[in-house]
């Protein structure tokens, strides 16, 4: 007689961090469970999903919220455990005494616009099935920037004034500002629907970090402002530079991708200050997003790319290579599907409800219909301009504000000065990666 094998599932994700904005969590969770990826597909919002019927557990998320799973082994099957976090699965094996069975490597990430479907049937458990739910057509909008930038902000504009539905009209509303064009674009969008909804302007908030009073993103952001006629809703939050701390930074965002570390240093030193300001404040919104829909990286610094390979992936920013590819990190996902944490896990971590609607799926359908190669015919430089291009366009039609478009600067480069950033961050990822490494070092092998 065989032996049965008995399957233990350890759900810890919290469903009050999904903000869904066209159903409740429980259809969402339904469609899920169909497994039928056009179903998933309809879900608007931020959302990391675990469902189980059976033997069979389904899970599916978008860019803006981490879901992350382990399986461990117990004398009766299999056990799956399911968090945000690798901390939160590591103190839950511990409750259960099977921590030894940890290691990072070991966790997976579900990746976005995926349901991964897992057989929980005993040893050896099957390899997961990926059926992606989110598959935008490209290259379908006419090249022409004023028809384009108006249905990118159209439908950017949509979704937020879906998100303010979740709110009561007299929440405060924070935005994560450097004066750039994404933030930028956020804040005008949020500012305007709040006037075209009759609710006061008053409740939203620019907040911009200055490290050491460098002048660089709160010269810019006063720009802006000033420039839209908006500087009331302007606060400068100030840190000192002593203040920020790398390896800190990797605990939190439990990953050691130097860029994406020095950008959350940054949304930790920010987020600290806010919470330190206003210890009841919720609601944070972001620009994360923009850069991964508009293509607008500096593709020269990164010698895996070509300009044809940036133009002719689909999602290539978003996703990474994709999940059938040989780069593809089981552990970490690809993409912004992956470097999301360097935005979403500061504010979790301190406390807020971050919202990033660049990173929905209903507005990367919009960006990926842009014929980038039409526009660009493959030059480099026109690429780096489409973006504050089709953004200042779509604000103008929109919002009817004509939005300065700066330069483009990280927003590890903008809040402080270049001598003291070299001073604190290393430059080779080893050094994070090492870091990184000692979070666990009774797991080394």
Not at 27 to 53: C, H, N, T, W, Y
Not at 64 to 84: H, N, Q, T
Not at 88 to 105: C, N, T, W, Y
Not at 323 to 347: D, E, F, M
Request: proline share 6%; charged share 25%.
């Amino acid at each position: 007689m065989s032996h049965q094998y008995l399957s233990r599932i350890e759900n810890l994700l919290r469903p009050e961090g999904n903000v869904l904005l066209n159903m409740t969590y429980d259809e969402a969770a339904a469609r899920v469970l169909s497994g039928d990826p056009k179903q998933v597909d309809k879900i608007d919002g931020q959302f990391a999903i675990m469902v189980s019927e059976g033997k069979t557990v389904r899970m599916a998320r978008s860019i803006g919220r981490p879901l992350r799973y382990f399986l461990a082994k117990l004398i009766d099957g299999p056990c799956l455990l399911v968090a945000e976090r690798m901390d939160e699965i590591v103190a839950r094996l511990k409750e259960m005494g099977i921590e030894d069975q940890f290691h990072p490597s070991y966790t997976r990430m579900v990746p976005a616009h995926h349901v991964v479907q897992i057989q929980l049937v005993g040893c050896p458990d099957p390899n997961p099935k990926y059926d992606r739910f989110f598959t935008p057509v490209r290259n379908n909008l006419p090249p022409d920037i004023d028809t384009i930038g108006q249905l990118y902000i159209a439908r950017l504009a949509q979704e937020c004034d879906l998100w303010l539905d979740t709110l009561s009209p007299e929440e405060p509303i924070g935005v994560l500002f450097s004066g750039g064009v994404d933030s930028g674009a956020v804040l005008v969008t949020i500012y305007d629907r709040l006037l075209k909804r009759g609710e006061s302007p008053a409740r939203l908030k620019a907040f911009t970090l200055r490290v050491d009073q460098c002048k660089g993103d709160a010269s810019q952001a006063q720009q802006f402002v000033r420039h839209c006629n908006i500087e009331e809703i302007l606060e400068i939050i100030d840190c000192d530079s002593g203040s920020l701390d790398w390896k800190e930074t990797i605990r939190i965002l439990e990953d050691y991708k130097p860029l994406d570390v020095q950008s959350g240093t940054m949304a930790i030193a920010l987020c600290r200050e806010i919470r330190n300001r206003y210890p009841d404040w919720k609601n944070l919104v972001d620009g994360d997003g923009g850069d991964e829909n508009l293509k607008d990286y500096p593709i020269e610094e990164n010698p895996e790319l070509t300009i044809r390979s940036v133009l002719n992936n689909l999602m290539l920013y978003q996703e990474g290579w994709g999940v059938h590819a040989i780069k593809h990190s089981l552990t970490y996902s690809g993409g912004q599907s992956r470097g999301h944490i360097r935005t979403s896990a500061p504010a979790a971590f301190f406390g807020f409800r971050g919202f990033s609607p660049f990173s929905l799926p209903r507005v990367i359908e919009i960006a990926e219909s842009i014929p980038f190669i039409e526009l660009t015919q493959w030059d480099h430089q026109k690429l780096y301009q489409l973006k504050g291009e089709v953004i200042r366009a779509g604000i103008r039609a929109v919002c009817g504000i004509d939005m300065p478009v700066f330069e483009k600067k990280r927003f590890q480069h903008g809040a402080m000065s270049p001598d003291r950033f070299e001073t604190l961050f290393p430059k080779e990822e080893a050094t994070y990666r090492f870091e990184f490494a000692n979070l666990y070092p009774a797991t080394r092998r």
